[in-house]
């Protein structure tokens, strides 16, 4: 069974300075995709960016980047002049690409990263 | 366009209530999902749906947990007399492809 892992329970940041937050993940898959979501207190899951596994360029969104390293099974994002409304808990979550699995489909999301932006 | 919502936001049922929360999903998309969020941990699947078909329920924590979507649309997650570490928020998805689209969640409380 595949897992997720984030290591770091709580981050903070000055406001418009940069932010990087670690997942690290498990599997023996070697087609799948990765995500970033962000959870604000409203409790409302939206998406940060995604990443196919079969690509070698780092996805991004505006201010978000991630650095994707297949082989250290390593998937960390990136927030560039971190703004207040950053403030959230980010979940890093897997997704296997193969479909044959009628389970494949569910994500897998890590225990998340609260992070806090200081004015 | 209209996202994903759910109903109730807030549910409080005493110990042994049976309770039914409902996800409208984005118009047009085929896959539906079911978790449940712990207090301060991540989402955990609990069900899978493609169209009417329920594919995969295995994270399904008990038989008093029972998931439906009869006409390939909106979906009833329904809880038999629920204990209280049914406590939890519930998070509906839908998604056409690769994405999942999350809707608001429902807090439920057990007293």
């Known amino acids: 069974a595949q897992t997720v892992t984030q290591s770091q329970p709580e981050m903070s940041v000055q406001e418009a300075e940069t932010v990087t937050l670690s997942c690290t993940y498990d599997t023996s898959e070697s087609d799948y995709y990765l995500f970033w979501y962000k959870q604000p207190p409203s409790r409302q899951m939206i998406l940060v960016i995604r990443?196919?596994?079969?690509?070698?360029q780092n996805a991004t969104e505006n201010r978000f980047s991630v650095n994707f390293q297949k082989a250290a099974k390593s998937f960390s994002l990136k927030i560039s002049d971190s703004q207040l409304g950053d403030a959230a808990m980010y979940f890093c979550a897997y997704r296997s690409a193969f479909s044959v699995d009628q389970g494949a489909q569910k994500l897998v999301f890590g225990q998340g990263t609260r992070l806090t932006i200081n004015p | 366009g209209a996202g994903v919502s759910q109903s109730p936001r807030y549910k409080v049922a005493k110990r042994g209530q049976d309770v039914a929360l409902r996800c409208d999903p984005i118009s047009g998309h085929v896959s539906l999902f079911w978790y449940q969020q712990a207090l301060g941990q991540g989402p955990e699947f609990l069900t899978y749906?493609?169209?009417?078909?329920?594919?995969?329920k295995s994270g399904l924590p008990s038989d008093r947990f029972f998931a439906e979507r009869p006409e390939g649309s909106v979906s009833t997650l329904k809880i038999q007399r629920t204990q209280q570490e049914d406590s939890a928020v519930y998070l509906c998805?839908?998604?056409?492809?690769?994405?999942?689209?999350f809707g608001p969640g429902t807090r439920l409380l057990v007293l």
């Open positions: 749906f493609q169209n009417e078909a329920q594919l995969d």
């Open positions: 990443q196919e596994a079969y690509k070698q």
């Open positions: 998805a839908s998604s056409f492809w690769k994405t999942q689209y």
